[in-house]
């Protein structure tokens, strides 16, 4: 069955440094990971997916993610945080191909200190 | 973007009375929707896939008979949260697959059961 790890379920981070939020995936085939954001009280927010084409991936408001076949990782980084990026990241996993359902992550909260 | 909405948005009810939330794809047909489930500070766990004009996958564990779903037309699925108890209170999220590969999600709905 197919899973992730988030591996902090709490990152802190001062405004202007650069974000690391760690992910690693287990599946028996060449999976489809996302990575979605959460703000307090608002809906999940699609930062971005891979399925199997670029290994990098970028993504909205400057996050990319590089998946890494040998590390079974999915890491979202960013090079400079904003106060704005203060927010719920879940790392995402396919359940299966096709139109089939999601796995979360348990969820790293990602808090930015001005 | 694709949109996905839900209604209501908050809902306060007493407890044995049932509630209906709605699930619509706006800008797109879904014949596959599903129904995730969120406690506060924890992740999302998919409750059911629902399918347009046939019956509802329940996970294991989740009562069929409790949360009724209902995915009578391409842009419409309900699910119906019947003798609403406490620990039913939730934030109950819906989301919509468009184009075979990412998932678009509702605002969500957030119920207290009193």
């Known amino acids: 069955a197919q899973s992730v790890t988030q591996l902090d379920s709490h990152v802190s981070v001062s405004e202007g440094t650069p974000v690391l939020l760690r992910c690693n995936y287990s599946?028996?085939?060449?999976?489809?990971l996302f990575w979605y954001v959460q703000h307090p009280n608002k809906g999940l927010q699609l930062l971005l997916k891979y399925t199997s084409a670029a290994t990098l991936v970028k993504g909205i408001n400057g996050f990319e993610a590089e998946f890494k076949k040998s590390e079974t990782s999915f890491h979202l980084t960013k090079p400079s945080a904003h106060m704005s990026d203060a927010a719920e990241y879940f790392c995402?996993?396919?359940?299966?191909?096709?139109?089939?359902?999601?796995?979360f992550g348990k969820g790293t909260r990602l808090s930015v200190i001005a | 973007g694709a949109v996905v909405s839900q209604h209501p948005s908050w809902v306060i009810c007493k407890s044995g009375t049932s509630v209906k939330i709605e699930c619509r794809s706006l800008d797109f047909q879904a014949t596959t929707m599903f129904w995730y489930r969120q406690f506060p500070k924890q992740s999302l766990m998919l409750m059911a896939t629902s399918n347009e004009g046939s019956k509802a996958t329940y996970e294991q564990g989740v009562e069929k008979d409790k949360f009724l779903i209902n995915h009578a037309s391409l842009t419409l699925s309900t699910l119906t949260v019947t003798s609403a108890h406490p620990e039913d209170s939730s934030f109950y999220i819906c989301s919509a697959n468009r184009d075979g590969e990412t998932q678009y999600f509702g605002p969500g709905t957030r119920l207290l059961v009193l």
């Open positions: 995402v996993v396919r359940r299966n191909s096709g139109n089939t359902p999601l796995v």
């Open positions: 599946s028996s085939y060449s999976p489809s």
